[in-house]
């Protein structure tokens, strides 16, 4: 029952996490892996759990998505998809003690790039007339998403920069429809591969809904500042934590 709870509590902070500044992947995947998951279950589970929340963010930017020129569109949700199956697929043949080691390290890198996510964006900016391959910076950020979910939103938004975008509403509502794209490959690739605890992945979807729509007059209340050194504290604290797992194992 304790371990349930955990998981609705983890599930709920998330969707405020998400609907706030981000970051909601930093409390599902350790939460799901206290609970005494294995570290691959638990990262696909946390990645279907975070899966419907970006079908409504696609859907609330989809006049944005459509004043996106056709071509390029087709062209990047292709690689979206090809990246999404081999990222997916790479997690699938990952023995639980090699991701075991990567975790940490993902986590750490999620988190400097969320913490450093604004000067990414304007390092990129300050490269957009830069002739942009779109189709393999595409594929090669799906890769890391269809492995591990954490910081790709703010991933993204640097790629579209360095395409010269600037558009924050088309920007969002492009990384929205692509992580939605995304997600869907690898909850399908999971989901074959009999990767999902379900149970828990309901609940969580269910209480991130709801943290989602709690999230919002919190975000227009608190100073984004601090939600910023919040979600940053919790990414660095998870990384310490399974740093210290892993040198434990070891």
């Given amino acids: 029952m304790m371990d349930y709870v955990i998981i609705c509590l983890a599930g709920f902070l998330a969707g405020v996490l998400n609907t706030i500044a981000g970051g909601g992947t930093f409390l599902t995947f350790p939460a799901l892996v206290y609970t005494g998951m294995p570290v691959v279950t638990a990262n696909a589970t946390s990645g279907v759990a975070v899966f419907p929340g970006y079908l409504g963010g696609a859907v609330g930017f989809r006049k944005e998505i459509a004043a996106f020129e056709r071509r390029r569109l087709v062209r990047i949700t292709f690689a979206t998809v090809a990246g999404g199956l081999v990222g997916s697929s790479l997690l699938i043949v990952s023995s639980e003690k090699a991701f075991s080691f990567a975790v940490p390290f993902l986590l750490a890198g999620a988190t400097l790039v969320f913490a450093f996510g604004d000067r990414l964006r304007d390092w990129a900016k300050a490269r957009s007339d830069m002739d942009p391959n779109w189709s393999l910076g595409t594929f090669l950020v799906s890769v890391y998403g269809g492995y591990f979910n954490g910081g790709l939103g703010i991933v993204l938004l640097a790629l579209f920069s360095l395409w010269g975008m600037r558009d924050l509403n088309q920007m969002n509502g492009l990384k929205n429809g692509l992580s939605?794209?995304?997600?869907?490959?690898?909850?399908?690739?999971?989901?074959?591969?009999?990767?999902?605890?379900?149970?828990?992945?309901?609940?969580?979807?269910?209480m991130a809904t709801a943290g989602g729509y709690a999230g919002a007059p919190l975000a227009r209340s608190l100073p984004p500042k601090v939600l910023r050194v919040a979600v940053i504290a919790i990414g660095s604290a998870m990384s310490v934590v399974f740093l210290v797992r892993l040198l434990h194992q070891a």
């Fill in 180 to 206: 939605f794209i995304l997600s869907a490959i690898s909850v399908g690739v999971f989901a074959l591969a009999g990767m999902v605890a379900w149970t828990e992945a309901i609940l969580m979807m269910a």
